[in-house]
């Protein structure tokens, strides 16, 4: 991924972060409880993130290398500089507003005030760096240039910007999205952990020449598609194209007429639905689609039918250390959670399983923008487990940015594949997709 996709998805999470904060206070400005831990939460999270590594970055290589490129990129060089610089005693003085509130010493009024106007200034410098320092960027940068930013932006050993610091990104984020209000966020009281070991293998599913029909329509027409173990893969494309019937079809949920579908080097394309899952193949659906009547809990044991009694507990332990809010209702019925919560619920649900294959369609969908990166946050540290996952998702852009590879979709037949990385920078896939 080259620097500038990287700059403008951090971007992106910050603007969600800020429009999350915004949508908090005025809530506290309508009279909502100080929501003391999840203001800790996010302003960690800029002060790791955005000023030790987001900044210092810009700082060293793009803004450098753009001075020495172009006179007129100065000025407003000078202006993100010095909001750069003023960034840590901006927090510091958020922070002593927030203390100060938490200990009923100012209004909580005025406190959202203060986040409003932090909030405006963050938004303020995301918009003049993406509407004009990184067109300029795009012009005036040599080849060289370029070289030496991608390397400083995909640098896995550095201890300020490499894995084990986005790692941490991560948990931050994790953080913020778990203790986030009800309408925005998680709602819970205490946080998980994302945190797992590593372990990556080789080869997984393998689906040749697959076609399925709906009476007389073919959805599906001769898709050849591989995944190999401990890979993401994106499926893009438009509403209809039959992202979610292939997903049916691997399932083993929506018949095939023709092709065949290789799992683990075995044939299962006459295999019933809940035998490919007692082989590993766990779907999240559209859709969330929990059991509402039935508690969190119950919902949950439902997912690890196929498994073994002693393990269950065990497991849903585990989902419960990564959302803590269906530990906290575990005992509600899964139709009175929100949107965001159901979700995190479906993902648990089909991890219940302990799948070899995670089939993850649209996870995102009709979720609030803190909860979207959440998503996303999850999907990048179950991909970090080793866990292989296929993955249709509406957010063409955050699917491909997060997936080893991809394909395009477009009415039942592939068009396009390659890397993620290769199709975020596909003219056809970005004026089609990627609204670019």
Known sequence: MDALTTIS?????????????????????????????????????ITQ???????????????????????????????LEADHARGPENLAQLRAKLAAAAQGQLPVAELAVAIKRYTDGLKGHIRTEEKQVLPLARKLLLPQDWAEINQAFRSHSDPVFGDQAR?????????????????????????GSLQAPATVQPVLLKVEGLESCYGRIKALKGITLEVRKGETVALVGANGAGKTTFLRAVSGVQAISAGSIHFDGEDISRLRSDKRMRRGICQSPEGRQVF????????????????????????????????????????LPAGTLSGGQQQ????????????????????????APLLVEEVFN?????????????LVEQNAFAALAIADRGYVLETGTVTLTGTGEDLIHNEQVRAAYLGM
């Open 49 to 79: 993130f955005v000023d030790r590594m987001h900044h210092p970055k810009e700082d060293d290589f793009l803004f450098r290398l753009l001075r020495l490129r172009s006179t007129e990129a100065a000025e407003v060089l000078d202006a």
């Open 378 to 390: 999850v999907i990048r540290t179950l991909k970090s487990q080793g866990m292989t996952i296929l």
């Open 167 to 191: 790692a941490e990104f991560r948990e931050l984020f994790h953080r913020i999205a778990s203790l986030a209000p009800d309408s925005v966020g998680l709602g819970a009281s205490s946080v």
């Open 292 to 331: 509402g009547p039935l508690s969190i809990e119950d919902n949950l044991r439902l997912g690890a039918y196929t498994q073994p009694k002693h393990q269950v507990a065990g497991d849903m332990e585990k989902i419960f250390t990564m959302f803590p809010i269906l530990k906290e209702k575990r005992a």
């Open 9 to 45: 998805q951090e971007h992106s999470n910050m603007w969600r972060l800020a429009t999350t904060l915004d949508h908090v206070a005025s809530d506290m400005q309508a009279g909502a409880p100080l929501e003391i831990a999840f203001f800790e939460a996010a302003l960690d999270y």
């Open 344 to 367: 995190m619920l479906a993902i648990g649900r089909a991890l219940m399983g302990r799948p070899s294959l995670l089939l993850l369609d649209e996870p995102s969908m009709g979720l």
